[in-house]
């Protein structure tokens, strides 16, 4: 069994469609894959229409948080959300709150850059986004227009946090996020907390407070943690009884990372789908 719980398609900043998406999760030889665009749902129903026979769909979401850092100041913080209904009222309007934050956040850096004389439109860049804009989408259009060489430089010269022009977005405090998705019958999934190229950390004992309001589980094998990270975070999930996962974080061509590169072992997969109670996960 190939399991991979974490991918992105073009209903947020991923290059595959929907479709695409689950018909190269079958050509890599995976049996169950997420989709777990950033705070959208909007891919969930193209993906099920083209699931191919003989994989299984796990439909999902990363949602953007805010946690305590381990240095005691705010963090972002990535959470994915399993297997929640999609109809749950008080996390459907979180979601679009969400969203809202992306467009004026991304609008925001790419008037910046216009302002600064980059060759960047901000109308342009908003509508290649479509409904979760994020940076990925910016950085495409700066290596379209040549500013950077790919869209790694651009995350390291202009699009990091302490870079010239980051805006910052209002995201859900992570306590919240664990409750609502529980409340909405699904699984949370920190998504990998100890990525330290991407800033600073969350703090260990935020998240085991975490647990004991319902978090569900912690990603542990993903492209961004080390080894001695996925130590560390395997010891955790053990003191606090919580499932660990891995997962590629597949972006399509807006990263160099493969489906199935990182993958769940079964019987934690098993786990996760069986405390879930949203949306069944499709074609098992
Ligand atoms: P945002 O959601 O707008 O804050 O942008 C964060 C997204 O950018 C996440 O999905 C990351 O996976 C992605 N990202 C972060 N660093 C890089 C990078 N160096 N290359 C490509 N994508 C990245
Ligand atoms: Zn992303
Ligand atoms: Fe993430
Ligand atoms: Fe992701």
Same mark, same amino acid.
């Given at each position: 069994?190939?399991?991979?719980?974490?991918?992105?398609?073009?209903?947020?900043?991923?290059?595959?469609?929907?479709?695409?998406?689950?018909?190269?999760?079958?050509?890599?030889?995976?049996? !169950?894959?997420?989709?777990?665009?950033?705070?959208?749902?909007?891919?969930?129903?193209?993906?099920?229409?083209?699931?191919?026979?003989?994989?299984?769909? $796990?439909?999902?979401?990363?949602?953007?948080?805010?946690?305590?850092?381990? /240095?005691?100041?705010? $963090?972002?913080?990535?959470?994915?959300?399993?297997?929640?209904?999609?109809?749950?009222?008080?996390?459907?309007?979180?979601?679009?709150?969400?969203?809202?934050?992306? $467009?004026?956040?991304?609008?925001?850096?790419?008037?910046?850059?216009?302002?600064?004389?980059?060759?960047?439109?901000?109308?342009?860049?908003?509508?290649?986004?479509? #409904?979760?804009?994020?940076?990925?989408?910016?950085?495409?259009?700066?290596?379209?227009?040549?500013? !950077?060489?790919? $869209?790694?430089?651009?995350?390291?010269?202009?699009?990091?946090?302490?870079?010239?022009?980051?805006?910052?977005?209002?995201?859900?405090?992570?306590?919240?996020?664990?409750?609502?998705?529980?409340?909405?019958?699904?699984?949370? !999934?920190?998504?990998?907390?100890?990525?330290?190229?991407?800033?600073?950390?969350?703090?260990?004992?935020?998240?085991?407070?975490?647990?004991?309001?319902?978090?569900?589980?912690?990603?542990?094998?993903?492209? /961004?943690?080390?080894?001695?990270?996925?130590?560390?975070?395997?010891?955790?999930?053990?003191?606090?009884?919580?499932?660990?996962?891995?997962?590629?974080?597949?972006? #399509?061509?807006?990263?160099?990372?493969?489906?199935?590169?990182?993958?769940?072992?079964?019987?934690?997969?098993?786990?996760?789908?069986?405390?879930?109670?949203?949306?069944?996960?499709?074609?098992?």
């Amino acid at each position: 069994m190939r399991i991979d719980l974490h991918t992105h398609s073009t209903a947020s900043d991923g290059t595959d469609t929907p479709a695409e998406l689950v018909r190269n999760a079958a050509a890599a030889g995976l049996d !169950v894959v997420a989709i777990t665009d950033h705070d959208t749902t909007a891919g969930w129903t193209e993906a099920v229409d083209a699931l191919p026979k003989g994989l299984s769909l $796990v439909r999902g979401m990363e949602m953007s948080c805010i946690g305590l850092g381990d /240095d005691g100041w705010p $963090v972002p913080v990535h959470l994915l959300a399993y297997l929640f209904d999609p109809a749950d009222r008080c996390f459907a309007d979180e979601r679009e709150r969400l969203r809202a934050e992306r $467009v004026d956040r991304l609008r925001m850096m790419a008037e910046l850059m216009r302002a600064d004389g980059l060759p960047i439109d901000p109308d342009a860049v908003l509508a290649s986004a479509g #409904g979760s804009a994020g940076r990925p989408h910016l950085a495409r259009a700066l290596v379209e227009a040549g500013v !950077v060489p790919s $869209v790694d430089a651009a995350f390291t010269e202009l699009l990091a946090p302490h870079g010239p022009y980051y805006a910052e977005k209002a995201d859900t405090p992570l306590r919240k996020a664990v409750e609502m998705i529980a409340t909405a019958g699904g699984v949370s !999934v920190l998504a990998h907390t100890r990525a330290r190229k991407r800033g600073r950390l969350l703090a260990l004992d935020d998240i085991r407070e975490l647990a004991t309001l319902g978090l569900g589980g912690l990603e542990i094998d993903h492209p /961004d943690h080390s080894e001695a990270d996925r130590v560390v975070l395997g010891e955790l999930a053990n003191e606090l009884g919580l499932i660990g996962t891995g997962s590629s974080d597949y972006h #399509g061509a807006n990263k160099t990372i493969r489906l199935g590169e990182f993958t769940t072992d079964p019987a934690q997969f098993e786990e996760l789908a069986g405390k879930a109670t949203g949306v069944p996960v499709i074609g098992s």
